[in-house]
């Protein structure tokens, strides 16, 4: 029997009936997100100044508590100083978007987004302007990108986002909007108000104002799986991921990675999500998107998600194995065993949204059943994607009891 490493709390588990592992639907993922078209993207971001591959910690003692092999944490809270692993993709996107617009008006062709950062560009960059909608991550680093790059942004967000991730937002200079009512409202007038200005608007779901941007925010996500790869101590692939999803864009591009990366011998991967705002599980379950209406109420900020991304969905149809989702008190408790470390595993801060995975992997771990169904034992080495840091210090310091990194 496992330990219990986290409360018994209920959480819901549905297997998708339409994964597949035959080559061909490797042969499908791999072409969705075409591996030369992910490389590229992360050369450019790698050339960024300021970039560095973010840790990868093993969180050995935690592991053995729940009688799996290794638990590794794959922790974003110091991407790009950022928080959290938007700046990967909502950057990436910005960058591309200001680098096309340059080379349109100044008649150039085959301009990185290092070029930017020279002065040169600057002035007709500045005539771009990005927008999006955001429960504060995906905001942050479109405003950050922007800033680096030179365009303008304007973010939309809904009533309820905190006032610190608006004033993160606002620090880089960008405009923020508050829409009176939900996420989904706050999508719709950013999407409005670009088309009526021939603004871009920047987003891994079809609200995107051209496919591209999304399949660019994507590609960039592949600089963490790739880092992950690389920090493995062996060749050997994870045989478990477990990857939270708003709408799904981390997770789809998890399923494509792995199947490029490790072929047939890819990892499990399973979709976590927040246990009232579970589109994707659902829609696992009945093997076509679903809605899910109502307040999507979960601290978990940027996993409230009604809708999945018609992009991610292509991926996530065949290369998820199980949809997971997981009650808001199983992510604070793993925010405090994170920070008190009572394993012997080194400290680590984590926001609510950045947890999920870790938490749903104790969970499962800790569950006979479930270990079961999704084939873990003592020989699992899973890989969970701590995707924010303390992003809102005054929502850590309420969870955990004190502010982020005081021992
Ligand atoms: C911290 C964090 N984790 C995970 C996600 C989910 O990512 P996606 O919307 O690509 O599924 C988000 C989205 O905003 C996020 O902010």
Not at 219 to 245: C, K, N, W
Not at 258 to 282: F, H, K
Not at 368 to 373: A, I, Q, V, Y
Request: with cysteine; glycine share 10%; hydrophobic share 45%.
């Amino acid at each position: 029997m496992p330990n219990t490493v986290l409360s018994r709390t209920p959480f819901r588990l549905a297997t998708n009936r339409n994964a597949d592992r035959s080559e061909s639907a490797l042969q499908s993922l791999r072409e969705f997100l075409d591996p030369a078209f992910t490389a590229a993207a992360r050369s450019e971001i790698r050339s960024w100044p300021g970039y560095a591959a973010t840790p990868l910690i093993d969180l050995t003692g935690v592991a053995r508590a729940v009688r799996v092999a290794t638990i590794w944490y794959k922790d974003e809270g110091s991407r790009f100083g950022v928080g959290s692993f938007k700046a990967l993709g909502g950057g990436y996107a910005v960058a591309r978007i200001a680098a096309r617009h340059v080379m349109r008006t100044a008649g150039l062709a085959g301009l990185s987004s290092l070029d930017l950062l020279s002065d040169r560009y600057r002035k007709i960059a500045a005539q771009a302007t990005v927008t999006c909608a955001t429960d504060g991550n995906h905001g942050r680093a479109v405003a950050w990108a922007a800033h680096k790059f030179g365009c303008r942004a304007v973010v939309y967000m809904a009533s309820i986002v905190s006032p610190l991730r608006e004033q993160a937002i606002q620090s880089f200079g960008a405009a923020t909007i508050r829409s009176q009512g939900t996420h989904e409202d706050a999508a719709r007038e950013s999407r409005e108000v670009a088309q009526r200005n021939g603004w871009f608007v920047v987003s891994e779901t079809e609200n995107a104002s051209e496919p591209q941007i999304a399949f660019d925010t994507l590609a960039g996500y592949t600089t963490l799986l790739d880092e992950i790869a690389s920090q493995l101590p062996d060749d050997r692939p994870p045989t478990h991921m477990f990857v939270q999803a708003g709408v799904g864009g981390l997770a789809a591009t998890a399923a494509c990675y792995g199947a490029a990366r490790w072929g047939a011998a890819r990892p499990v991967l399973i979709v976590v999500e927040a246990l009232n705002a579970d589109c994707i599980l659902r829609s696992l379950e009945l093997g076509e998107p679903v809605v899910v209406a109502g307040e999507l109420d979960t601290i978990m900020a940027g996993l409230a998600a009604g809708e999945t991304s018609g992009y991610a969905w292509r991926s996530l149809r065949v290369g998820a194995g199980f949809g997971m989702s997981i009650p808001d008190g199983a992510a604070v408790e793993t925010m405090r065993l994170l920070a008190d470390a009572p394993y012997g595993d080194p400290p680590v801060v984590a926001g609510e949204s950045g947890v999920a995975g870790l938490a749903a992997t104790l969970l499962a771990a800790q569950d006979e059943s479930t270990r079961e169904l999704i084939g873990l034992d003592e020989t699992s080495r899973i890989v969970t994607i701590g995707t924010e840091g303390a992003t809102d210090p005054a929502v850590y310091e309420r969870l955990v009891g004190r502010p982020p990194g005081l021992p």
